[in-house]
């Protein structure tokens, strides 16, 4: 768990380039640093390694940057088949097109840093990214190792109190955006006692394998108790909440599992309470309105997809 990144930097030798070397040597030298001096090295690097963040500062990317970075998409659609991530991208330029910028973002760089820059700055930047890379690595060994729900395959209860716990640390200190979404099956007490708690089981655990079918590698999905769900999506709003929770309502819908105490579709459904993080807000006040929208989604209506928004409205 504690293993060290990888920081790779891809400069031509300007005065900038020497001036992030610099930077990275003296602030993060705990992490492994490599520096390719051409693209052509670094994509050699890249093709052999596991690579965490990219610092990539060369002239040549204000004219071939775009292509560039396909060439290293193309090195990690290779790689997906052996479940490596792909590194966060940092580019330091002095272009200032929008344009140029959005087709940056496009093409996997996750900060774009507009030339002249200070050393603070650039510290800070790139310690976020490794923040977020730390956190996506707890979360991969959460969920693959000790804190999974042996049921689901999902983080269990354990993990997903650590995770709620390091949400709050992020959110707070980024203001972050990100949604939360409640999970409840519908009369799944009245199914164990039909069809036997072994059955149950067996659902329980399919529903685990279509949840994280549906979720992102930077969204954590765990099982919070019985045959409840709670998922937490960062960076989300909304309509990007609501659209996971519809393709898991169909998923489980057209998974066709029988359920005659569930009429009319007589197969097993859930229903789900939606909310999003508004400024300030702490993460358990979110969970709480997530909570409140799916016990009203299960008083009224059941089978349903519950915002907080509207339950707020309806107090």
Same mark, same amino acid.
């Given at each position: 768990?504690?293993?060290?990144?990888?920081l790779?930097l @891809?400069?031509d030798?300007?005065?900038?380039?020497?001036?992030?070397?610099?930077?990275?040597?003296?602030?993060?030298?705990?992490?492994?640093?490599?520096i390719?001096?051409?693209p052509?090295?670094?994509?050699?690097?890249?093709?052999s390694?596991?690579? !965490? @963040?990219i610092?990539?500062?060369?002239?040549?990317?204000?004219?071939?940057?775009?292509?560039?970075?396909?060439? @290293?998409?193309k090195?990690?659609?290779?790689?997906?088949e052996?479940k490596?991530?792909?590194p966060?991208?940092?580019?330091c330029?002095?272009l200032?097109n929008?344009?140029?910028?959005l087709k940056?973002f496009?093409?996997g760089v996750?900060?774009?840093?507009?030339?002249p820059?200070?050393?603070?700055?650039?510290?800070?930047?790139?310690?976020?990214? *490794?923040?977020?890379?730390?956190?996506?690595?707890?979360?991969?060994h959460?969920?693959?190792g000790? *804190?999974k729900?042996?049921?689901t395959?999902?983080?269990?209860?354990?993990?997903l109190?650590?995770e709620?716990?390091?949400?709050?640390?992020?959110?707070?200190?980024?203001?972050?955006?990100?949604?939360?979404?409640m999970? !409840?099956l519908?009369?799944?007490?009245?199914?164990?006692?039909?069809y036997?708690?072994?059955?149950? !089981?067996?659902?329980?655990?399919?529903?685990?394998k279509i949840?994280h079918?549906? *979720?992102?590698?930077?969204?954590?999905g765990?099982?919070?108790?019985?045959?409840?769900?709670?998922?937490i999506?960062p960076?989300?709003e909304?309509?990007?909440?609501?659209?996971?929770?519809?393709r898991l309502?169909?998923? @489980?819908?057209?998974?066709?599992?029988?359920?005659?105490?569930?009429?009319?579709?007589?197969?097993?459904?859930?229903?789900?309470?939606?909310?999003?993080?508004?400024k300030?807000?702490?993460?358990?006040?979110?969970?709480k309105?997530?909570?409140?929208?799916?016990?009203y989604?299960?008083?009224?209506?059941?089978?349903v997809?519950s915002?907080?928004e509207?339950?707020?409205?309806?107090?």
């Open positions: 768990m504690n293993r060290k990144n990888f790779l @891809i400069h030798n300007t005065q900038d380039s020497k001036l992030i070397e610099s930077v990275v040597h003296q602030k993060f030298s705990k992490e492994k640093i490599i390719a001096c051409e052509s090295q670094g994509l050699k690097i890249i093709e390694e596991n690579i !965490d @963040i610092l990539l500062d060369t002239v040549f990317f204000e004219h071939e940057g775009l292509d560039f970075l396909s060439e @290293i998409n090195v990690f659609q290779a790689k997906e052996k490596i991530r792909k966060y991208i940092i580019t330029t002095t200032e929008k344009e140029y910028r940056a496009e093409n996750m900060d774009y840093i507009i030339k820059f200070t050393e603070e700055e650039l510290a800070i930047r790139i310690k976020r990214m *490794l923040e977020f890379r730390n956190l996506e690595n707890k979360i991969y959460l969920q693959s000790a *804190l729900d042996p049921l395959g999902l983080a269990n209860r354990k993990a109190d650590e709620i716990e390091r949400m709050a640390q992020l959110s707070t200190r980024y203001n972050m955006e990100y949604s939360v979404i999970v !409840d519908d009369k799944f007490k009245r199914f164990n006692t039909v036997g708690e072994s059955e149950g !089981d067996k659902v329980l655990s399919r529903v685990g949840i079918k549906n *979720l992102r590698k930077s969204d954590f765990g099982r919070f108790g019985g045959e409840e769900f709670l998922l999506l960076y989300t909304e309509t990007g909440a609501f659209t996971v929770g519809w309502f169909k998923d @489980i819908m057209n998974e066709g599992i029988p359920h005659k105490e569930n009429p009319p579709y007589n197969v097993a459904t859930f229903t789900c309470g939606i909310a999003v993080r508004e300030d807000e702490d993460i358990i006040t979110v969970i309105k997530a909570d409140e929208a799916l016990y989604g299960k008083k009224y209506h059941k089978k997809i915002f907080s509207i339950v707020s409205k309806k107090k």
